[in-house]
């Protein structure tokens, strides 16, 4: 399992981010959207972040031009077949997942290895929507990507060792560095993070503190590089509700339960970073 040519799916915030690994590690990489205005949108995003890091100077600007002409927006997705890495960034939804690994794999080719970024659904459940269930893993990356150094690297019961090995590899080949994960809802990371995340929400919820106070004491008590609340706003407040239900479904765990608090923000458009506002306001992206 030779990689060269990368598929991203999705170009949001997590598709985005690894769409510009691989091209910044020298493979040529397509990203594919719903239409064409969101491949644009996706891809002025994904431009931003490469002179972003040419103006803090993590990147220099030849290596950047070559990043950029690496890759390249589709809607059609006819146009992955060649790819030889499919990796899934899309909304987390069982059905819409499993729905769009069923068409890719009518036209990837045969030996092309599939992926998905899922945080919370297993990927089983998904690989079993394909005829190549064998050459599927998990490729769980964090945000944001182009920073953050972990993937985490989730073999099902049917994943083969050559496809876990190509994935290891890859994960190498962006400059990350790779955790092996059973395929349990949630992970390593997510396991652990998503009941903080959602006690730091009781917590407000009952007034143990204000937002502002909670991120404080976390921060500088615990010496975390954020508090929960402008964590929950990067990962983005729809992306944990989703997430929540999916792991309360999975195990049934109070602890895995969107408090009431979290679904209101969602119904209301306070979705964090994305959207301007969640627990705190931003400047528009
Ligand atoms: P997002 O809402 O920012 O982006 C999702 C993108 O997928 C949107 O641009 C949407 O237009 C696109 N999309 C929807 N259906 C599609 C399809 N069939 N084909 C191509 N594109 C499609 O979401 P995100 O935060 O980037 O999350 C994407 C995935 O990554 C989810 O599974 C999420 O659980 C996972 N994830 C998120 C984070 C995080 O911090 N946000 C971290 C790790 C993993």
Same mark, same amino acid.
Do not use: H, Q, V, W
């Given at each position: 399992m030779k990689i060269r040519k990368v598929g991203v799916l999705g170009c949001g915030l997590m598709g985005a981010g690894i769409a510009e690994v691989a091209a910044r590690a020298g493979f040529e990489t397509v990203v594919r959207e719903v239409s064409e205005e969101v491949v644009e949108k996706g891809l002025a995003k994904l431009r931003g972040s490469l002179d972003k890091a040419v103006e803090r100077g993590k990147l220099d600007a030849a290596e950047r031009d070559k990043a950029w002409g690496r890759l390249s927006g589709v809607v059609?997705?006819?146009?992955?077949?060649?790819?030889d890495l499919i990796v899934e960034a899309i909304v987390e939804n069982l059905d819409e997942k499993r729905k769009t690994f069923a068409a890719l794999d009518a036209v990837v080719k045969e030996g092309a290895l599939f992926a998905s970024n899922t945080s919370s659904l297993t990927i089983t459940q998904i690989a079993?929507?394909? $005829?190549r269930p064998d050459r599927f893993v998990g490729l769980h990356f964090f945000n944001p990507v182009p920073v953050m150094k972990l993937v985490e690297v989730v073999r099902t019961l049917i994943t083969s060792q050559e496809a876990y090995d190509a994935a290891i590899e890859v994960v190498r080949a962006f400059g990350k560095e790779p955790v092996t994960a059973r395929d349990?809802?949630?992970?390593?990371v997510n396991r652990l993070l998503v009941p903080y995340l959602l006690d730091a929400v009781r917590a407000y919820e009952e007034g143990v503190g204000s937002v502002e106070d909670i991120d404080k004491a976390m921060q500088l %008590?615990? %010496?975390?590089?954020?508090g929960p609340f402008t964590l929950l706003d990067f990962v983005g407040l729809d992306t944990t509700y989703y997430i929540a239900n999916i792991m309360f479904e999975e195990y $049934?765990?109070? $602890?895995f339960a969107p408090p009431p608090l979290l679904k209101q923000m969602v119904l209301a458009g306070r979705l964090g970073r994305k959207s301007g506002r969640g627990f705190y306001e931003h400047q528009r992206k």
């Open positions: 059609d997705l006819g146009a992955l077949a060649e790819c079993m929507a394909t $005829r349990n809802s949630g992970f390593i %008590g615990c %010496g975390y590089p954020m $049934r765990e109070k $602890r």
